[in-house]
């Protein structure tokens, strides 16, 4: 276990400059390999984000709006999938868009009780797996979405797209079981629900359909490139958890990394951080060994391929780091 003092984290980075916020101590701490970059074709992926919403009446729904100005779906699609074509940016930056509903709209439902869930849950899946006809505005969208990905990609991309999808469906009735229950969640507890409400996993067909070629069965199932998935997936949901603790702390969530630690060790909040810190960093390592050693065995696609999750790491702390959604993080001081 990572043991921190007040000390220790009032001084911050290495040369002991102080830092102000537990924003300041998340970056102080954190090991980002991966620099800042963006699309070039962000501000069309923004607009086409809005125009979607509308076109769909997600737009009209209550606080939709006020989300998406908050989330900036089209800014994280930019910093993830910054190589992407602006047809491919479209459909990830909707993606996102549409899991940042789904999600607001399920933790809503879900808090007032599980079961309520069942119906967004069984019309999700009905689209997914069978194909059915929406019956709803956020059904209809998610038709749509399926669409757009069936056409860009190749038949087996976009299966293993839906499965993804309907992985993550199903991961949002065990986070909603959990919110409801007095059990104790421990940090191992939360990173394995964690692992399917991410929503990551779903975009990395789409990192395969941004290859010039077809990664060959052999590449795709690699068992270093399966970690990789694991790896990056965690990651990259982990990190914006750093940055919305004190926003899921105030709301009462439980499903957040560092409050998992917090509960678990009966540490502040700024401690908790620094423990999901190491355990972020040990994971953005491994990641970084594992590439190094397979990237000699893989083709262009498939060393494009793992790129595109490298791109889910340090876009998702790039973007976290300014997102208004997240803004309650700059208002905490380093130190309890």
């Not at 043991?3 to 101590?25: F, M």
């Not at 963006?38 to 989300?67: I, S």
């Not at 069984?122 to 056409?151: C, K, M, N, W, Y």
């Not at 290859?211 to 490139?225: N, Y």
Request: proline letters at 6%; charged letters at 20%.
């Amino acid at each position: 276990m990572l043991s921190t003092t007040h000390e220790e984290i009032a001084l911050g980075i290495s040369d002991g400059t102080s830092v102000a916020s537990l924003r300041d101590l998340i970056d102080a701490h954190l090991h980002m390999p991966f620099p800042l970059r963006r699309n070039p074709h962000e501000a069309e992926a923004t607009a086409g984000v809005d125009a979607w919403l509308r076109t769909w009446g997600l737009a009209e729904e209550p606080g939709v709006t006020t989300m998406i100005a908050c989330t900036r779906p089209a800014e994280l699609a930019s910093c993830i999938s910054a190589d992407v074509d602006p047809g491919l940016l479209q459909i990830v930056a909707n993606q996102i868009a549409y899991q940042f509903v789904f999600d607001d709209r399920a933790e809503d439902i879900g808090q007032r009780s599980p079961g309520l869930l069942l119906p967004m849950l069984f019309e999700s899946i009905a689209i997914l797996r069978d194909g059915r006809p929406p019956g709803t505005l956020l059904g209809a969208a998610l038709a749509d979405l399926h669409r757009q990905v069936r056409e860009r990609c190749t038949p087996a991309q976009a299966a293993r797209w839906a499965w993804k999808s309907r992985e993550y469906v199903h991961g949002l009735l065990y986070e909603a079981v959990a919110q409801a229950q007095p059990y104790l969640l421990r940090a191992a507890d939360c990173t394995s629900i964690r692992s399917l409400i991410a929503g990551v996993e779903p975009f990395y067909p789409l990192c395969e359909a941004a290859q010039p070629d077809e990664l060959s069965p052999t590449e795709l199932h690699h068992p270093v490139v399966q970690r990789l998935g694991r790896l990056s997936a965690d990651a990259a949901v982990w990190i914006p958890d750093l940055f919305s603790a004190v926003k899921e702390q105030r709301a009462g969530g439980m499903i957040n990394l560092a409050l998992a630690h917090q509960r678990e060790n009966g540490c502040s909040l700024q401690d908790a951080v620094l423990l999901a810190i190491r355990q972020i960093n040990d994971t953005i390592e491994e990641f970084q060994v594992l590439h190094a050693e397979v990237e000699p065995e893989l083709s262009p696609a498939g060393v494009g391929y793992v790129e595109g999750m490298t791109g889910w790491v340090g876009g998702c702390y790039h973007w976290s780091r300014t997102v208004p959604r997240y803004a309650d993080v700059t208002t905490v001081a380093a130190v309890s």
